[in-house]
Nanobody, 131 residues
């Protein structure tokens, strides 16, 4: 069992930055692929980024959605059981609830951009970009 708790959301002005954190419980964090998604009101969940397990041969490979590439950076700290999402140059359209997710299932070669590939989800943190 893995429990995920997001933090770091809030109100930020357009052009600002936020760093979201997702703290994971359990001893399986090092083996998990970690991902970030978001969901805006009335919209489908949107994949943002994923980072593979550091213990695999791919060594913490990262993937990003084209819509946010260049503005966000995912990272993980296995010693702290935490994954981060640094977001820069925020826009009003980035307003959404941001969720982290963990996958303990191996989907060889997958970019883990599909929500169904994840086994555990946090409850989300609200990000609002507004002046």
């Amino acid at each position: 069992q893995v429990q995920l708790v997001e933090s770091g959301g809030g109100l930020v002005q357009p052009g600002g930055s936020l760093r979201l954190a997702c703290a994971a419980s359990g001893r399986t964090f090092n083996n998990a692929v970690m991902g970030w998604f978001r969901q805006a009101p009335g919209k489908e969940p949107e994949f943002l980024s994923a980072v593979t397990s550091s213990i695999t041969s791919s060594g913490g490979r990262t993937t990003y959605a084209d819509s946010v590439k260049g503005r966000i950076t995912i990272s993980r700290d296995n010693a702290k059981n935490t994954v981060y999402l640094q977001m820069n140059s925020l826009k009003p359209e980035d307003t959404a609830i941001y969720y982290c997710a963990a996958s303990l299932t191996y989907y060889g070669g997958s970019s883990y951009s599909y929500s169904g590939e994840y086994d555990y989800w946090g409850k989300g943190t609200q990000v609002t970009v507004s002046s």
